[in-house]
């Protein structure tokens, strides 16, 4: 099987979710990381990306976009360990909640970062982030374990980079609704505990966190920064 390459930027939340998918399956791959607090794009890169956005994965001479789509590919064509259920009701269920995982949670976050420069509108966005989140909590209810049971799955790896932000927005923002997400802070320690999120996502110094969105949040900045 040819080696995937894929191209990053180590602290993105979205590329954490492919870091984490190629671990767990001990799949080796070639990274090229991109800089996006430049808003230009190296050559190469523009060439095969039509968006200017990470994470991207090539393989085989072709490009795959979206974190959704790129850890979906991978469980496909290296299927150990397997990290979707087999049984096609089960597979829906899981797909439900990696689209909730990018409308409800990831695209808040993109839009309050990459997009929106309004500060008061940043922090509604924020907020309906958190609102989304009651439904995580509802739905982990009496969950024990991981997302799925007791192995890794896609869905823990589209949910695990932003539960660990969320902790960071809540401070900043002064938002009180997630603290009284007991499931969702239950399950997010969950997550911290596993040895492949551990290496792959929480690993990240959480100060690096603090001061990236207090520019966002607090300072109204957005990402890449304007010059
Ligand atoms: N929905 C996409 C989002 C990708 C995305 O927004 N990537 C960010 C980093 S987290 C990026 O490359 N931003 C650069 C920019 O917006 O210029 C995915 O899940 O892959």
Redesign the pocket.
């Known amino acids: 099987m040819k080696k995937p390459k894929l191209y990053m930027?180590s602290i993105?939340?979205?590329?954490q979710?492919v870091f984490a998918t190629l671990a767990n399956k001990g799949i080796e791959y070639d990274s090229v990381e991109i800089d996006?607090s430049e808003?230009a794009r190296p050559e190469g890169f523009e060439k095969i990306s039509p968006f200017?956005?990470?994470?991207l994965l090539e393989h085989n001479g072709r490009a795959i976009?979206?974190?959704?789509n790129?850890i979906q590919y991978i469980d496909e064509v290296w299927p150990d360990p397997p990290m979707m259920p087999s049984d096609p009701m089960a597979r829906a269920y899981a797909r439900q909640w990696i689209q909730f995982a990018?409308r409800e949670l990831?695209?808040r976050d993109?839009q309050f970062v990459?997009v929106e420069p309004d500060r008061k509108r940043k922090l509604e966005i924020c907020s309906d982030l958190f609102d989304s989140l009651r439904f995580l909590d509802r739905e982990l209810n009496g969950k024990k374990a991981l997302f799925l049971g007791d192995d890794l799955s896609l869905v823990d790896c589209m949910l695990a980079p932003t539960l660990a932000n969320a902790p960071v927005w809540s401070d900043l923002t002064k938002d009180r609704k997630y603290e009284t997400y007991e499931n969702v802070k239950s399950y997010t320690d969950r997550l911290r505990r596993n040895p492949v999120l551990e290496q792959t996502v929480f690993c990240v110094p959480i100060e690096v966190y603090e001061s990236f969105f207090k520019a966002v949040l607090v300072d109204g900045m957005t990402f890449?920064p304007k010059k």
């Open positions: 930027f993105s939340p979205s590329c979710r996006i808003r200017g956005k990470v994470p976009l979206e974190s959704a790129i990018d990831f695209d993109a990459h890449p």
